[in-house]
């Protein structure tokens, strides 16, 4: 993303970028919908926004985990991971009940089960939308920091 970046900031467009780097729109389009660009394709943008080639092959390199994040995009990661969470339940959750209640109509233990599996959807929408904060990442520092004794 880092080509985007230093694209927009120096107010020019994804063919404006491409002239001037000699390659097409479509492969600044892949660089910076992630796609690993050639060498020769890093060394022609490197010159163009005028930095080093290391600068630029720096972005390539994956982070190993979310450590190296900041806080607050650790916790925009896990909202976007309980969201995704919650939305693939919530799908399953009605096909299943589509499927069951077809094939069992009434029957009792049907809906019991769909109750119960109901009142999960329920609780997980609800943290996954804040409302309550279960497990958040505030309660593990505060499982960890009794733990050790101290404050980290």
């Given at each position: ?87 693939e339940f ?29 009142a999960g ?32």
């Open positions: 993303m880092i080509i985007r970046k230093l694209r927009l900031k120096n107010g020019w467009s994804q063919s404006q970028l491409a002239e001037m780097a000699g390659v097409t729109t479509r492969t600044i389009q892949r660089i910076e919908q992630g796609h690993k660009p050639s060498m020769e394709t890093c060394k022609a943008l490197a010159s163009v926004f005028e930095v080093d080639l290391s600068h630029l092959l720096a972005e390539e390199k994956p982070m190993q985990d979310d450590s190296q994040l900041k806080a607050d995009e650790q916790q925009a990661l896990l909202y976007a991971k309980r969201m995704k969470e919650f939305y919530l799908v399953t959750y009605m096909v299943l009940a589509a499927v069951f209640l077809v094939a069992f109509h009434g029957e009792p233990v049907v809906y019991i089960i769909f109750a119960g599996l109901g959807l329920v609780v997980q929408g609800l943290i996954a939308f804040e409302v309550i904060s279960f497990m958040s990442p505030g309660w593990e520092r505060r499982l960890a920091e009794r733990k050790l004794g101290r404050r980290l």
